[in-house]
Each structure stands twice: as C-alpha cells, then as structure tokens.
C-alpha cells in the first residue's frame, strides 16, 4: 500500500500541493486524472522521489521514500517521466536494459538478459531491439522507456503519461499491456492520464485532482459521473454507457 499523508509542495508563493492525503491499495491500476496544472505529475514525482515534498511523508509498503536506501527503494518502487533523455545512440536493448541496474549495477547476468527479452516481448519491442533510440518514432520510444520500467521488476509501478506520443492504436495496445502487467505480473501500476475515458476502462480506481487538492477518488463506476467530472474539468459533458463501460461524451 502507498500512504500519502498531508503532502504540500510550493514553488515559489504558489501552491502545487495542499495537504494531499490519501492511500492507494495495492494492486491493479490506479488513474490519476484531473486538468492541466492540478498537481499531478508533481505527486506521482514525489511519490517516486524525483520530488521532495515541503511537508508531510510518502510510505510504500511501509518504506518512507524519503529516508529509505536508493537501492532498496529501487528494488520495490520504479518510476517513467513525462520527458525522459536518454543518448540518442542507445539502442532499444540497452536502454531497457537500465531497468536492471538495480540487481547488476551494470553487470548484465544471463537472469538480467532473460529479463530484458522478456520486458521486449511484452511490449512487442524484439524486433526493434537493435535499434537506436533516434532511429524511432515517437510512440516507439515510448514503447521502449515503459519496457524499462517494467524491466526493473518492482511491485509498484509509476508511469507519468504513458500514452504520450501513442497513435489511437498503439495507446489501446499500451493500456492493455498494463493491465495485463497488473493482472498477471501482479503489479500495482499508478499513471498520470489525461484520456478520462481510458481511465474509466482500464482502471480500478481513480484519483482526481484540481488546484492542487484531491477532489474525487474511487471507482470508475463512482466517479464517472456528469456533475463530477464537470466540477472537475469544467466541461459540459454526458455519461454513456457503451458494452458495460461508461464513457464521457464532451467533443461537441
């Protein structure tokens, strides 16, 4: 379980975080959705320890992200930005294989690469493997920086926009991926999402945010709904319910 108690994260005079608290279970998929500016890339930062906080702790699995060991904390939480540099030269392979750093500080065993060709498959990346990062499309390396991740093997798993760059097919294919990850890796995998309704689908539980504050949290059934969703993002919209999912209607 990841606890969030009274988290508050300033930059400058102005509040990005207020006094966030909350726990997210373990397993499946929690979607953290609100507008642009809302905080939430800064908390998923902060619970993954690219951010400090001002005040209040993180927890996962009992381990305070602050004070707890690097290589003990990389062994149970990994983390993807939102804007990621890595050298353009590197290949697919070895930049998953990064995601291993952890267990062979850089000394690849026959279990890393077995690792590696399994994270590759899994995002249907094995034909790629040889190429460079440059030699790619956007959604690919997006592809690959998620098969880091998941390449480092940890319980939690935090992505910060996953489906950036991702053409409608290939974003379908990512959030299906996850979920298989969640359900039959058994992680438990926490993304920044703009798609409400990807978020609706996919999810096990939402967390909205707005103006730095958490607003709504629960499930899709208990937060898709047009009054929520409308003080959340501050869109006219309606609910459908299409083969038992619920979809928010706003393009008009």
């Known amino acids: 379980m990841i606890t969030i108690d009274n988290i508050v994260k300033h930059y400058h005079d102005v509040v990005i975080l207020d006094k966030i608290t909350t726990t997210i279970a373990k397993g499946g998929i929690t979607s953290i959705i609100g507008p642009n500016g809302a905080g939430k890339s800064t908390l998923l930062s902060i619970i993954g320890r690219l951010l400090f906080a001002d005040s209040g702790t993180v927890s996962v699995n009992g381990l305070d992200v602050v004070t707890t060991k690097s290589a003990k904390l990389a062994k149970c939480l990994s983390i993807l930005r939102q804007e990621n540099q890595f050298n353009s030269r590197l290949t ?98 926490i993304l920044v999402i703009h798609d409400i309704n990807f978020a609706s689908v996919y999810s096990d539980n939402i967390i909205a945010m707005k103006n730095g504050t958490l607003c709504y949290q629960g499930t899709p059934q208990e937060l898709m709904k047009a009054e929520i969703l409308e003080d959340i993002f501050d869109t006219p919209l309606t609910i459908k319910q299409i083969d038992d999912q619920l979809i928010a209607m706003y393009y008009r």
């Open 92 to 189: 697919v392979q070895e930049l998953v294989g990064f995601g291993r750093y952890p267990y062979s500080k850089g000394r690849l065993t026959v279990q890393d690469q077995e690792k590696i060709t399994q994270s590759l498959s899994f995002l249907n990346l094995l034909d790629l493997r040889h190429r460079f990062l440059d030699e790619l499309s956007g959604g690919q390396r997006q592809r690959a920086y998620v098969a880091m991740v998941l390449c480092q093997d940890t319980e939690y798993v935090l992505l910060d926009e996953p489906l950036n760059n991702l053409d409608m097919k290939h974003a379908v294919a990512m959030m299906k991926q996850l979920r298989k990850a969640a359900d039959e890796l058994n992680k438990t995998i």
